[in-house]
């Protein structure tokens, strides 16, 4: 479905300025913008994915992952098509760089994906599986209806929303779970085809706006995982939002057009666990390693285990009013 944009600056010659993203792409009369989901037509931009779904599903949450948001619940999560990035390295790229016209979708209406949340017992939505700022206007729609029919709301973000749209979404969006890829330009300009300060302001922005923040990198063999960069990642997280933010260091499989690369190692993973502790950092966790006690959560303070994972699945949660059993100390999660 096509449905006039939000957040999009008129320009001479019919041109539009489209505000949604950081490319804050300028598009010609009938040309698509970076994420090829956005369009000029006679001046004005519209959405191209309204209403379009690539995928559904009810997910445990910590597939997110989120580990310190409403643990052991289920997430319903919805997905459209196109990407602002062009990671090499993507998972979804069967969604995410698929034309639209080549796309298997459906429709679903932001009133059914409630209704769909509702019935299939999640207690949040999560617009997931490609970029969802790219949707925003559809996103920020089911937000509102989600809301007030009292569904959590999260993001599954690369983060390269503009501040504009973040704060648009804001009073209907709970949790941002962001991509911090790398700590290098360099990286984020030749393996997915942008800039990294970007990322960086929305995340402080979502972070100042209220929002519960998880941090997720991917650990790509010879890319971005090097001690150093490890420690500057760590060490901006700490600065900027806060010791208590759970930091997720994930396990690389070869995908996409990175199928020359070896899968991450556990001791690269662990290297990466041991400096975000030693940095401050309260809660870390490794992801794709079924099984690791990293999977857990353990109080920082006596080291008790709180929560207990084995993949997605959560067997017991012990905190009790936010605070471990064991010692009384504060853990910061939304129950």
């Known amino acids: 479905m096509i449905k006039e944009g939000v957040l999009f600056e008129r320009l001479p010659g019919n041109k539009v300025k489209c505000q949604i993203c950081s490319h804050r792409c300028t598009i010609s009369e009938g040309k698509l913008g970076i994420c ?13 994915i309204y209403n379009t779904v690539s995928g559904e599903a009810v997910d445990p949450i910590e597939k997110k992952p989120l580990y310190h948001f409403m643990p052991g619940t289920l997430s319903y999560s919805i997905g459209s098509i196109g990407c602002n990035f062009r990671c090499q ?8 760089q698929v034309e639209l016209d080549d796309a298997h979708t459906m ?58 749209a973040l704060r648009h979404i804001a009073p ?39 929002m519960h923040i998880e941090t997720i990198t991917l650990v790509i063999p ?73 999977e857990n959560t353990y109080c920082p303070k006596c080291n008790a285990l709180l929560i207990d994972r084995l993949g997605f699945r959560v067997s017991k949660v012990r905190i009790k009013g936010g605070k471990c059993p064991e010692c009384g100390e504060n853990i910061a999660i939304v129950l």
């Open 222 to 294: 010879t890319k971005n995982d090097s001690p150093e960069e490890i420690t500057q990642i760590v060490r901006w997280v700490h600065e900027n939002l806060g010791a208590d933010t759970p930091m997720h260091f994930t396990r690389f499989h070869p995908m996409y057009k990175m199928n020359d690369l070896e899968p991450t190692p556990l001791g690269t993973l662990e290297m990466a666990y041991d400096i975000a502790k030693k940095g401050g950092m309260r809660f870390v966790y490794l992801g794709n390693v079924y099984g690791h006690k990293y």
């Open 36 to 48: 090829r989901t956005r369009q000029n037509k006679n001046g004005i931009l519209y959405t191209l």
């Open 89 to 96: 390295h993507c998972q979804n790229w069967n969604i995410s």
């Open 172 to 210: 209907y969006l709970d949790a941002y779970r962001v991509d911090i890829k790398s700590f290098s330009d360099d990286f984020y300009r030749k393996i997915c085809g942008v800039s990294l300060a970007p990322v960086l302001e929305s995340t402080k922005l979502a972070k100042e706006l209220g």
């Open 107 to 164: 429709e679903i209406t932001p009133e059914a994906a409630v209704k769909r949340a509702l019935a299939s017992g999640s207690k949040s939505i999560s617009w997931t599986y490609n970029e969802p700022a790219i949707w925003h206007e559809y996103t920020y729609d089911s937000a509102v209806l989600a809301k007030k029919a009292g569904l959590r709301t999260i993001y599954v973000t690369n983060g390269y929303i503009t501040p504009e």
